[in-house]
């Protein structure tokens, strides 16, 4: 898992990213749903290309924000990254809207001055259409068993 975590994070210094949106918790159901990949604060971690420093964490109702900095071995250019790690979504169902609302406010102030990587957030959309597909099916059955 360390391997993919250095390739992570380099392609993170490639692309040149400065906010990444963690739509789950490391361990849901008591099973492990993602690999811790960022340090804690006042740590680092050390991999051949770049060097990633935890220097800050806020705990907030819906999310954590941790700042970290990514520093690249050979020029020693420093980047600040962004980690938004949404912890208000529910085992087994969606999450409350104002909870989800709240981390896209954070997202979309930190939006205007960095790269963010958005692919997680497309996530969230398949989710909600693949629940509301499913929602209007039963009720479909429903309807049908009760008049059949």
């Known amino acids: 898992m360390l ?3 250095e390739d992570f994070w380099g ?6 990213t400065g906010v ?20 804690d604060v006042g740590e680092c971690l050390d991999f051949d290309d770049v060097n990633l420093r935890s220097e800050e964490e806020d705990t907030r109702n819906a999310y954590v ?12 250019e420093t980047r600040a990254v962004t980690l938004l790690q ?12 104002s909870a989800l609302l709240s981390v896209w406010r954070a997202f979309r ?9 958005v692919v997680v957030v497309v996530v969230v959309v398949v989710v909600v259409v693949v629940v509301v597909v499913v929602v209007v099916v039963e009720a ?5 068993l009760i008049f059949f």
């Open 86 to 97: 949404f912890t208000a979504w529910p085992d087994g169902c969606l999450p409350c809207p």
């Open 140 to 144: 479909v059955i429903v309807v049908v």
């Open 109 to 117: 102030k930190l939006q205007d001055t960095a790269l963010v990587v």
């Open 20 to 39: 990444i949106v963690m739509l789950c918790r490391l361990v849901e159901n008591c099973q492990n749903q993602s690999y811790k990949f960022w340090p």
């Open 11 to 16: 392609m993170v210094w490639a692309q040149t």
């Open 65 to 76: 924000r941790r700042k970290l900095s990514l520093r690249h071995t050979q020029t020693r």
């Open 3 to 5: 391997g993919s975590v």
